[in-house]
């Protein structure tokens, strides 16, 4: 690369450069929302949920907070409000609060302690959503 082209190039930088700037911004925009939709997908809520679920415990807020709203639906629903299941999402409330202060908790601890802490919160977690269908009247 010469001096004369370098200049060259910059000159048709600085001409080209303002009439290609909206077309870069939209399609940046546009793969920030594609990613945004990915991310909320991923996590099972709305877009415009994604940033309360945001950080290192955000994939396990996520599913803390979908289990209580299940947990609601399950006591209000009538077909499935027996009193078993009415039982279990008054005994599993206090579990999801806990198991919420405890992935607060987490989110400051070095990262082998928080790994190990998140792990045993999700398998929590799992026998929770597990027990959610069976009352629900899904078999896994």
């Not at 877009?47 to 679920?53: K, M």
């Not at 198991?99 to 045993?120: D, F, G, S």
Request: hydrophobic residues 45%; without cysteine.
């Amino acid at each position: 690369m010469t001096p004369a082209r370098a200049k060259r190039a910059i000159g048709v930088g600085k001409a080209v450069a303002p009439l290609l700037a909206p077309y870069a911004l939209a399609v940046a925009g546009l793969a920030r929302s594609r990613w945004d939709e990915h991310r909320a997908r991923k996590l099972g809520v709305s877009p415009d949920q994604l940033s309360t679920y945001s950080g290192r415990g955000g994939a396990l807020h996520a599913r803390i907070s979908r289990a209580a709203e299940a947990l609601v639906e399950l006591d209000s629903a009538d077909a499935h409000a027996t009193g078993a299941a009415r039982r279990f999402a008054l005994d599993t409330r206090p579990r999801l609060a806990d198991l919420a202060v405890a992935v607060r908790a987490a989110e400051q601890m070095p990262t082998p302690r928080r790994r190990t802490a998140y792990r045993a919160i999700s398998g929590e977690l799992d026998q929770i959503e597990t027990a959610l269908l069976i009352h629900l009247g899904i078999r896994t």
